[in-house]
């Protein structure tokens, strides 16, 4: 079977590699343009197109899929079957419906839950217990295709949104094989989407992190689980941005206004909502540092009387 993979980001990787292995036959690879990155803003390569080039696979990489761009390369391999993972744009119709065995997409949620461009920071924000990957067909709409396989895992208490995507890409990997077999096989189900059941999870931007001290302990917890490593979550100190890296609960019994600060055992106590409180033990200053709180303590002092914003 001639596949097409189609990704961008490391999340695909796995998937990719798998394939490959498997010596499933990946007759080329798109991915996004290469984009700047970091202070220098140098071109860089998506891990997919490196993870490809290093294994002999034809990278393409369209600036748009918009007015049949994709047209000529699909014409030319020729794949029965598209592969699609975190590839970061909607695929058009003339896509779709082009391979005689559809589009698949590998999912990170249990679907219909969470569909959108970020189920696994969400569902760690949302402080949800499990989650899982989804193999669907792809459709027009936005993740609402048919279902294929699913696996689950359970979200450890203090398990990180990056801890939880390195996991679900090697799960979706597993689960990919699992597919794409059952499609050559003929033995591949069709499970349609219960729409009632259905949620969004939309992009997460800088802001997303912005803490709000008012909420209880635990939601400002899965927040800082969840956006991290990107965006990181943060408040003000001032006028200064104060990132939260790690953290765990303070407690309850908690007073003073929601905001407010101690300095207690070398660990930041901060009141929340509902007189609960978290104990911030790994922060960063903006342009600082990151670095344990009771290390920044060996050079500098805290201001307990600024409430954090």
């Known amino acids: 079977m001639r596949i097409l993979f189609m990704g961008t980001p490391d999340f695909a990787v796995p ?49 748009s899929l918009k007015n049949d761009e994709l047209l000529p390369v699909l014409e030319e391999l020729k794949p029965e079957l598209i592969i699609v993972v975190a590839y970061g744009k909607i695929l058009p119709e003339y896509i779709l419906n082009f391979p005689k065995y559809g589009c698949v997409n590998v999912h990170a949620s249990l679907l219909p839950k969470y569909r959108g461009a970020a189920p696994i920071q969400w569902s760690v924000i949302n402080g949800d217990k499990t989650t899982g990957v989804t193999t669907m067909y792809m459709e027009k709409g936005l993740d609402t295709g048919d279902m294929i396989f699913k696996s689950s895992t359970e979200i450890g208490d203090r398990e990180t949104y990056g801890e ?6 090697e799960m979706g990997a597993e689960l990919l094989i699992k597919t794409v077999s059952a499609i050559s096989g003929g033995t591949a189900p069709r499970e349609k989407q219960n729409d ?68 207690r055992n070398k660990k930041l106590f901060i009141t929340c909502g509902g007189g609960t ?30 409430i954090l914003k």
């Open 277 to 306: 409180s978290i104990a911030a033990d790994e922060i960063q200053f903006k342009g600082g540092k990151r670095m344990r709180f009771a290390d920044y303590l060996n050079g500098h002092t805290i201001d307990e009387s600024i």
């Open 15 to 63: 998937c990719l590699k798998i394939l490959i292995e498997n010596g499933h036959g990946v007759c080329g690879a798109v991915t996004q343009p290469d984009r700047p990155k970091g202070r220098g803003h140098k071109l860089m390569a998506p891990p997919v197109k490196v993870c490809a080039e290093s294994n002999g696979i034809p990278v393409f990489q369209p600036q």
């Open 164 to 169: 939880l995507h390195d996991r679900l890409s």
């Open 196 to 263: 009632d059941e259905s949620c969004y999870a939309p992009m997460i931007s800088k802001e997303t992190g912005h803490i709000d001290w008012s909420r209880p302990s635990d939601e400002v917890l899965n927040l800082i689980r969840g956006t991290n490593p990107w965006p990181m979550s943060y408040t003000m100190y001032g006028d200064e941005v104060l990132k939260i890296i790690t953290a765990e609960d303070g407690g309850g019994g908690a007073s003073g206004d929601c905001g407010s600060i101690s300095v």
